[in-house]
């Protein structure tokens, strides 16, 4: 199965290092993020699992729910978990998907055969509340993922889903806006009420308004 931006994201139910997950049921009303594994014991993922378990409280900040998923059994991925806790200094504290019969892999697409037929490759989906896909980020098995890219996205899509804006390269959360072309400057006046500077007609740069 092939998912695009805008797809809703398929449910399933699949054992976990925190017991059986149904996703929507465990995702609710909240954002989401679900981001495979190639394989258990491998020392790239390792460290991402580590990293993602530190930014949990920025995570949570954001209503946002994080689920790891790998091809292996529950049973290895809580070796592993002990091992991420000992070389990162950070305990597992999200569920991380035993997805041994391929089933979540096959359904978000994230084993690639080109690359290799078995194993997943680093894929990143985040889903809003309404379990819509809104981001979908593929990386090759050797490289280790971004977080905090990952973050600045959340953030974005937040802040756009809530104002008449986009965010331009490189944006942090603070940072000046664009009002989105389609906001007449008459509709923008009373929408932003800080003003803007208009670099071209298209371009009307603005403070960020929910800050």
């Known amino acids: 199965m092939t998912l695009r931006l805008g797809d809703t994201a398929p449910d399933f139910t699949q054992d976990s290092t925190e017991g059986t997950i149904n996703f929507y049921d465990y995702v609710g009303d909240s954002w989401s993020v679900l981001f495979s594994h190639p394989k258990d014991f491998t020392p790239v993922c390792t460290t991402e699992l580590g990293f993602v378990a530190k930014l949990k409280p920025e995570f949570d900040k954001r209503n946002v729910k994080v689920m790891g998923l790998s091809v292996d059994p529950v049973s290895d991925h809580t070796t592993w978990a002990n091992d991420i806790e000992e070389t990162q200094s950070q305990k597992l504290n999200f569920p991380l998907l035993a997805d041994a019969d391929r089933s979540v892999s096959d359904l978000y697409d994230m084993i690639h055969p080109n690359a290799n037929d078995t194993l997943t490759v680093r894929s990143v989906f985040i889903m809003d509340p309404n379990k819509k896909v809104r981001l979908i980020i593929t990386y ?3 490289t280790g993922r971004n977080f905090d890219e990952i973050l600045r996205v959340i953030d974005s899509l937040q802040l756009t889903d809530g104002y008449k804006v986009a965010t331009p390269v490189n944006w942090k959360d603070g940072e000046d806006v664009i009002i989105v072309p389609a906001l007449s400057d008459e509709d923008a006046k009373d929408k932003f009420p800080k003003g803007w500077k208009a670099l071209k007609p298209y371009l009307r ?7």
């Open 140 to 142: 090759p098995a050797s």
């Open 205 to 211: 740069v603005t403070p960020q308004p929910n800050k």
